[in-house]
């Protein structure tokens, strides 16, 4: 169990490096990081996803577009 613990850790401070990394990229090597993940994750076997999951989607993807609307307005 602590072995796990550790590598959970690990993962947590790779992450956060990760995420770093990318918000000093410029966008065009971002885009091919992103095409190379979605790449390798498009036979990956992911569980369907429930109808909570969907609406909470939904839900993000409809106040994102209202802020954007806000912005053209």
Do not use: C, H, W
């Amino acid at each position: 169990m602590l072995r796990f613990k550790q590598l959970l850790n690990e993962v947590s401070s790779m992450t956060v490096l990760v995420q770093e990394i990318l918000d000093r990229l410029p966008d065009a090597e971002r885009l091919e990081i992103a095409v190379e993940i979605l790449r390798r994750l498009v036979n990956f076997d992911f569980p369907p996803l429930t109808d909570e999951d969907l609406a909470l989607n939904a839900e993000e993807l409809f106040l994102a577009l209202d802020q954007a609307e806000l912005g053209y307005k």
